[in-house]
């Protein structure tokens, strides 16, 4: 039973389907003159179409990407200098965070907001945090490992009012990758300029994600040797996964309210079950937060020593990002919440997806409880204390 779609969503029927039709054509690379080349960039254009209605963006504001990652770090790493500010927050994914450390490592300054206990990024501390020298402001539209989503729309607001007191006018950049396809994603109406995607969130094939860059949004690339991607992103297209891209994020988008009702409903299940059945049970972010995501903590166990019990049983979970699995210290998100250490230790992402159902969420129940009470039980004959 897969519990960890927030790393990745299986890839979907309709995806391989279309990926196994592309594969038998005769394509050749995208930026060739001649037919096959010609169907190739269709193949692009035509998936352009599909991540940009997505997120009620234009086509030509699309850039692909390998990723998530490579659009964070060049929402970032495009758009500062040696002087620059930037304002971001401490729960951002590490892919934001590591951008910024080496813009720092160039010149630039960074200021990070922390958030309140239960994962909320309030926009007012985000503008307070503005400077003259602001050049772009990132805060994630929905954290993958707590659930959280942030207000952008105001944050955005709140940012460009300080900015004009200031007379300065920084980018507003936003990880979506979590946020899209799940909860409601307008380009338009957040006020954002750039917008971080991923496609194997969404069931395409993994390697694929975007940066919707604003137009008129000046932005330097960072993969470099080509005018590709209206001289964003030097390259040649990966023609199959942004095709899978197209393909996934059409599907989300005429599925994401059933989903998210399906899936808010299972979630509530889940959280309950395990309230009554592995107290105590702490839960953490906000009840509001992504509908497939579940983030709690067991105090007495640990976040690792239960995923590792189960996925023996089964189950497949996790204690956070999974660019952060295997690490034995609790992850940086749930250290910004301040939890004592006691809480942190135990904590264990649940994530919820198309092809998990009711009887899954009941077994699971039993399973994880069962995995706490063990876990609980060892730590106790061994004398250790909950954060050892």
């Known amino acids: 039973m897969n519990l960890d779609h927030n790393s990745g969503a299986r890839v979907r029927p309709e995806v391989r389907e279309a990926v196994a039709d592309l594969l038998g054509r005769d394509l050749a690379n995208p930026s060739s ?4 080349g010609r169907r190739a960039r269709d193949a692009i254009e035509s998936a352009r179409d599909e991540v940009a209605a997505l997120v009620n963006a234009r086509p030509a504001e699309v850039v692909f990407t390998s990723g998530g990652t ?3 770090n060049l929402a970032v ?10 304002v971001s927050t401490a729960i951002e994914h590490a892919s934001v965070l590591e951008a910024i450390e080496r813009a720092r490592e ?4 960074s200021t990070l907001v922390r958030p309140a206990s239960d994962g909320a990024i309030a926009a007012a ?10 050049r772009v402001v990132s805060v994630g539209w929905a954290n993958g490992e707590i659930g959280n989503v942030q207000p952008i729309a105001d944050i955005a607001g709140s940012v460009r009012a300080r900015a004009a007191e200031l007379g300065s006018r920084p980018l507003v950049h936003s990880d979506a990758v979590q ?7 307008d380009f338009v109406r957040s006020g954002a300029d750039l917008l971080t995607l991923s496609g194997h969130k969404l069931g395409a094939l993994t390697g694929v994600g975007a940066l919707v860059v604003r137009s008129g949004t000046a932005l330097r690339p960072i993969m470099l040797g080509g005018p590709h991607e209206r001289e964003r992103r030097a390259g040649t297209e990966n023609v199959v996964g942004i095709a899978s891209f197209g393909v996934a994020a059409r599907l989300a988008s005429a599925e994401r309210e059933e989903r998210a009702r399906r899936a808010r409903r299972l979630r509530d299940r889940l959280w309950a079950g395990l309230a009554a059945a592995a ?3 702490v839960r953490l972010g906000r009840e509001d937060g992504l509908p497939t995501t579940l983030a709690i903590a067991f105090p007495g166990a640990r976040g690792d020593a239960l995923v590792l019990a189960l996925d023996l049983a089964g189950i497949a979970a996790s204690t956070g990002a999974a660019c952060a699995a295997g690490a034995a210290e609790p992850s940086h998100v749930v250290r910004a919440l301040g939890c004592s250490p006691e809480v942190a230790a135990g904590a264990l992402r649940l994530s919820l997806g198309r ?10 129940v039993a399973i994880v409880a069962a995995a706490v009470a063990r876990a609980r039980s060892e730590r106790r004959a061994r004398g250790l204390s909950d954060a050892a």
């Not at 003159?33 to 096959?36: C, L, M, N, Q, V």
């Not at 790493?77 to 930037?86: R, T, W, Y």
């Open 106 to 109: 160039c010149g630039a300054r």
């Open 77 to 86: 790493l495009g758009s500062l200098g040696a002087g620059d500010h930037v």
């Open 355 to 364: 092809d998990v159902g009711e009887d899954d969420v009941e077994r699971a």
């Open 70 to 72: 490579e659009a964070n």
């Open 179 to 185: 946020a899209a396809g799940v909860v409601e994603v």
């Open 279 to 281: 107290a105590p049970v």
């Open 125 to 134: 501390d985000v503008a307070a945090a503005l400077d003259g020298a602001t």
């Open 33 to 36: 003159a001649h037919a096959a």
